[in-house]
């Protein structure tokens, strides 16, 4: 996914066009990829995970999958960046269906997400995954794994790189 992080990255820091064009043609191959290798748009449990994580292992395709979405995400906002509406639309619709294959799949109806661990909630409020009814219950569990925890992140890599934007 960094192909699609990195040149919104760059671009938001220095608001130069040039990478984003120059790296849209990938970024579009990219999600290409997710979607044909994905089941109803929900990623396979495969990669690296969450690394270094303390005693909460995020399950992959959550993983996998709340990232698929925000790749599509960032495409979508590079698209219109870009002057490309067609295909800003295009992907934000994918990033809509993605968003609620995410929901059906892997959040239950009392907002617990498959998992249960602190990376899990992270992801899925940085990543605007949930439903605004589902938001807070998701802050509440993530709070609460916290404190249940001594004030203590059990994040890897991954999460560690989210909660703090997600907790302020």
């Known amino acids: 996914d960094a192909g699609t992080i990195c040149p919104c ?12 064009a120059k790296h849209y043609d990938a970024m579009q191959r990219w999600i290409e990829y997710c979607r044909k290798n994905s089941t109803n748009l929900l990623r396979p449990d495969a990669g690296f995970g969450d690394w270094l994580s303390i005693n909460a292992d995020t399950p992959k395709d959550v993983l996998a999958t709340a990232y698929f979405a925000e790749s599509t995400r960032l495409t979508a906002k590079a698209a219109m960046i870009l002057n490309k509406p067609e295909d ?3 992907y934000q619709r994918l990033f809509g269906e993605i968003k609620d294959a995410f929901n059906q799949a892997y959040v239950s109806a009392d907002g617990r997400i498959k998992g249960n661990t602190q990376t899990c909630y992270a992801l899925a409020l940085a990543f605007d995954l949930l439903p605004p009814d589902k938001r807070e219950i998701a802050v509440r569990r993530l709070v609460e794994d916290i404190r249940a925890r001594g004030t203590r992140l059990s994040t890897g890599f991954v999460g560690t790189s989210l909660i703090m934007n997600v907790l302020t």
Do not use: G, M, P
């Open 9 to 20: 990255t760059i671009y938001y820091v220095y608001n130069d066009r040039r990478l984003l």
């Open 88 to 90: 800003a639309e295009k």
